[in-house]
């Protein structure tokens, strides 16, 4: 009688499952001790990596940024496959654009590079001061969170929203003799400060994926950590990473178009029937085609927004339902929508007198609309983004980023309706700035025009539901440690647990990872966590 050997599933060929199989398959002899197969819903590999092309130029729809070279996974990886460094330009090469933005108002009024820096020096302390690193000038950060009046001391349940609106109440402090000072138009400072710090509000709206940062929790900032280092975007696309870690796995081994419907387990009642297997095989996967897979051990990388899916009473994702361990940090977590746009100029710019091949690495500062700076043609779902810019310097295709309900709106629009929309609101924004060639500011009020756009759809992809998870008030890291513990805890089957099937569901992904959440790195090590105790298993068991 031939003993079939154990089956090892992997759910999802983004970067932790592909790392997960590379790691599982490269192993010395790992086919003598078990099957591998790993099943992609969609059509491509690469999860949430996704470089493309568009208007000519290469583009990462997805993840973007190395976050950190020293001691990063992902670096040592681009290093080794040759992938930092390109004859073709490619988003954010040179790294240079930053240090050339403007900051505009929507009426065109180009604010003063030192009234910007005054904020974003004081803003970006106040998030060092969140994350635990250094300390903030004149312990001004201490004083503020003892304004809360915070009960036995404890920041609980605090908000970065709740904080940053504090400081800037507290900077303003600072600042009484100046408050009133008219910077343009009858404006004051004051409120212009109000305006470039909303601002800077929205740009870390984009980098953490919380639509509210009145939802982001202020202690689950000090959880995230980073790589020191300079951050990369890198040259010949993301992808290629991507690509490098299938590249080792045997054809047939990844199975796309595969939509896992239900996970069938055996859960923590160890004196329950098992019924769901093949006889042996603990795991019983079923598939939108109708059909089935039996595993033993079945390694789920799908990302936080399919679990929060997946565990409403109706789903039936899981049968039976995770435990409520799990369930509870699937719940608290936060896991949000970060969107880019893509847009190509159009020539028809250079006839009115627009220097296309100029554009800025704009930061829009949009006014409140009881003020009659207000401009009602800027559609609501743009006025809460903030950065607009050409992917590389001289590029004719721009780039821009919406997070939260802005950027589910944005999924829903159609190409004619954004065009519209985001020309309206750059001709508000340059029309009277030094990159029109055109004096006729009537003309030119309409003249910024783009011909074509791309946009992500990671909120409303049912594969993905979002972008990247948060800590949101009310979770910690301890909910990204649950994320990651590995099903049924044999620990609590006592003297039936040589019986019971173990390690029946493991996860892995960026929302898995208590120090890395929401980037490429934190996943592929996760991947490589699963793998190795998969690994460490079948070494400690008689195969």
């Not at 435990?323 to 969107?339: C, M, N, Y």
């Not at 985001?422 to 030094?434: D, G, P, W």
């Not at 006592?494 to 019971?500: L, P, V």
């Not at 992904?509 to 490429?520: F, I, P, Q, V």
């Amino acid at each position: 009688m031939v003993t079939q050997k154990p089956k090892i599933v992997i759910i999802g060929a983004g970067i932790s499952g592909l790392t997960a199989a590379n790691k599982l398959y490269t192993t010395k002899n790992s086919n003598e001790l078990f099957e591998l197969c790993v099943v992609e819903g969609g059509n491509r590999i690469g999860g949430r990596i996704f470089t493309s092309e568009f208007n000519g130029d290469q583009i990462e729809m997805g993840a973007t940024w190395i976050h950190g070279i020293e001691g990063n996974p992902i670096y040592k990886i681009a290093q080794e496959i040759n992938s930092l460094e390109s004859n073709k330009p490619w988003e954010c090469k040179e790294g240079k654009l930053m240090d050339k933005k403007v900051t505009i108002t929507e009426n065109g009024y180009e604010v003063n590079s030192s009234l910007v820096k005054s904020i974003s020096v004081f803003f970006n302390k106040m998030l060092a001061f969140s994350s635990g690193e250094g300390n903030f000038q004149d312990e001004a950060c201490k004083e503020i969170l003892e304004s809360f009046n915070l009960e036995n001391g404890s920041i609980k349940n605090l908000s970065i929203g709740s904080f940053l609106r504090k400081g800037l109440e507290f900077y303003w402090n600072l600042k009484k003799d100046q408050e009133n000072v008219e910077v343009f138009d009858k404006w004051s400072r004051k409120s212009l400060e109000e305006e470039i710090f909303a601002m800077f509000e929205n740009i870390h709206r984009h980098y953490s994926s919380a639509g509210d940062l009145g939802t982001l929790d202020f202690n689950g900032e000090s959880q995230y950590y980073n790589f020191p280092g300079d951050e990369l975007t890198i040259a010949k696309g993301y992808s290629t990473m991507i690509e490098s870690l299938a590249s080792v796995l045997p054809p047939g081994l990844i199975q796309l178009g595969r939509k896992v419907t239900k996970i069938e387990w055996r859960n923590d009642d160890c004196a329950s029937k098992f019924e769901n297997g093949d006889g042996t095989k603990p795991v019983k996967l079923h598939f939108s085609d109708g059909s089935v897979m039996h595993a033993d051990h079945v390694i789920v990388t799908v990302s936080l927004g399919v679990l929060k899916q997946g565990i409403h009473d109706d789903s039936g994702f899981f049968s039976p339902q995770l435990p409520s361990f799990k369930t509870e940090a699937i719940s608290r977590l936060g896991f949000g929508v970060v969107d880019k746009l893509f847009l190509q100029l159009s020539s028809s710019n250079e006839e009115c007198g627009y220097d296309g091949m100029n554009f800025p690495y704009l930061q829009m500062v949009f006014h409140q609309s009881d003020t009659k700076l207000f401009r009602s043609k800027i559609p609501l779902w743009i006025r809460r983004t903030a950065l607009i810019h050409p992917i590389y310097p001289k590029s004719s295709t721009i780039v821009s980023w919406f997070a939260g309900k802005e950027a589910l709106e944005m999924e829903t629009l159609g190409d004619e309706e954004i065009i519209d929309g985001v020309s309206t609101t750059m001709s508000q924004f340059l029309a009277n700035s030094k990159y029109f060639k055109n004096s006729d500011s009537a003309t030119a009020e309409s003249c910024v025009k783009f011909s074509k756009v791309l946009k992500c759809k990671w909120g409303t992809d049912p594969l993905f539901l979002g972008s990247y998870t948060h800590i949101a008030v009310g979770s910690s890291g301890d909910d990204l440690d649950s994320m990651a513990e590995p099903l049924p805890k044999v620990e609590n089957c006592g003297e039936n647990s040589k019986n019971f099937p173990p390690l029946q569901i493991l996860f892995a992904g960026e929302a898995t990872h208590r120090c890395y959440y929401s980037t490429t790195h934190g996943a592929y090590l996760t991947g490589i966590r699963e793998a190795n105790r998969l690994l460490k298993h079948f070494q400690c068991v008689d195969v």
